[in-house]
């Protein structure tokens, strides 16, 4: 069974702090990992996914196999980053279902 | 750029009623989701279709129903509202690839 796990419920950085948000995951399969996030009043919205291997906002996430993670890292938060955010594991069956883990929250304080 | 949107943002039930979410995009897309979205729990999937008419169970399908008759529209029914039903619940959809598109959820009260 696929399953996807963030530790921090719960995330404080002050603004310019580096950030890093944890996920580890466990699948059989070859993993698609996904971070989504949500801004307050917002819906929630594709922040990156590993295949494309890019940098949103800032925020970067390297797939390591062998530890089954998919950190989120940011090296100088901002205000504005603050936000749940929420790392996703694709499979590869029929209309390629996320399992989500249960998102960490992030404020960055000023 | 995809639109989902959601009949409510807001709603308040009675123990025992019957509910009904409903959720529409525009953009054709092939597979629509139903998530409840909890505290600490994160986003569970209830139900999924991959087509019209189509519907598979997600991981916590009890309590709940779908109903997909037309590409466009994907509802989610509680037959039965229950207090333990109060949550935010969010619809998605997506084409081909894994990337979803989120509505902006309904917050769903039961008394």
């Known amino acids: 069974a696929q399953r996807v796990t963030q530790p921090e419920k719960l995330l404080s950085v002050f603004k310019g702090a580096p950030v890093e948000l944890k996920c580890n995951y466990s699948y059989s399969g070859s993993p698609e990992l996904f971070w989504y996030v949500q801004y307050s009043r917002q819906r929630l919205q594709l922040l990156l996914r590993h295949i494309s291997r890019e940098s949103i906002k800032g925020f970067t996430a390297d797939l390591n196999k062998g530890e089954t993670s998919f950190h989120l890292k940011k090296p100088f938060a901002q205000e504005e980053d603050s936000a749940m955010y929420y790392c996703a594991l694709g499979s590869s069956g029929s209309a390629r279902q996320l399992t989500f883990g249960s998102g960490t929250q992030l404020t960055v304080l000023p | 750029d995809v639109k989902v949107t959601q009949s409510s943002r807001y709603l308040v039930k009675r123990t025992g009623e019957k509910v009904f979410l409903e959720c529409v995009q525009d953009?054709?897309?092939?597979?629509m989701f139903w998530y409840r979205q909890d505290p600490g729990l994160g986003l569970r999937l209830i139900y999924f279709?991959?087509?019209?008419?189509?519907?598979e169970k997600g991981d916590i399908p009890e309590g709940y129903s779908v109903s997909r008759e037309k590409k466009e529209r994907f509802s989610l029914i509680l037959e039965s509202a229950s207090t333990n039903q109060t949550s935010m619940y969010l619809c998605a959809s997506s084409n081909s690839g894994p990337t979803q598109y989120f509505g902006p959820g309904t917050r769903l009260t039961v008394l």
């Open positions: 953009m054709d897309h092939e597979n």
């Open positions: 279709s991959y087509d019209v008419k189509m519907k």
